[in-house]
């Protein structure tokens, strides 16, 4: 049966209504989302910037092209969130935490970094929920369940295993993250991979992504999860 694609009007108008939503919950997802409620110049700018994010989507004539677009969008999204939730996850403060906005922002003014990184979160945030509502209640992707949350596991591993290696300073420090300086290539490596996988993924996979294998260690490296099956 031909599944027609999603006006871009049709999205947008869900995506309104899914962040409206957020007021009314309170799961962690939808405490940061409903915050582009809070004020009408932030919520203009998400719109806007939500807009363009589903440009490429709606563009697409089928729906097997909308999903792959949406896909791509969500990891966009993830990356975006990184940086604030490695401050958040990490209690980065004081002059580490200059060093990181340094690292990121260059000679860019702290304060003001901080403020563009905040609300970049926030609006982030919210057009990831939508995304993941548009994916799961118009598109009935499976990607954006199993899969999805475990290349944000895998990205937030790598994130922080950058920023630990890059941020340490003394003798002390180095030593204790060489073993992750020494990770970080295998740790991009596998986020390439996980990326090629989920786009390849059928909209409703033959199996439950649970039976996917979990690879098991192999000689001196631990092999974690894998969403490409067996090898």
Known sequence: MLIHAYKHA????????RVEMSAYSHAPADVVAKRV??????????????DRLLRPVSEQGRMARQI???????????????LFEYIRERQVKGARRLRLFALF????????????????????????????????NLMHDAAFEEPLQLYEEWYREYFNAYCDV???????????????EALRPLLKHRLADARQ?????PQKPDREWREVQIRKPNGDTQRLRSIFGAN
């Open 10 to 17: 049709r999205l947008m108008s869900e995506s309104e209504s």
């Open 37 to 50: 409620l809070e004020c009408p110049d932030i919520y203009r700018r998400w719109e806007a910037e939500h």
């Open 68 to 82: 792959v677009a949406l896909r791509t969008a969500a990891f966009t999204l993830v990356h975006r969130r990184a």
């Open 105 to 136: 922002y260059g000679n860019r003014d702290y304060t003001n970094a901080l403020l563009t990184e905040h609300s970049n979160y926030v609006r982030c945030s919210s057009s990831y929920v939508c995304a993941r509502y548009l994916a799961e």
């Open 166 to 180: 890059e941020l340490a300073t003394t003798e002390e420090e180095k030593h204790t993250v060489a073993p992750l």
């Open 197 to 201: 996988a989920i786009i390849a993924m």
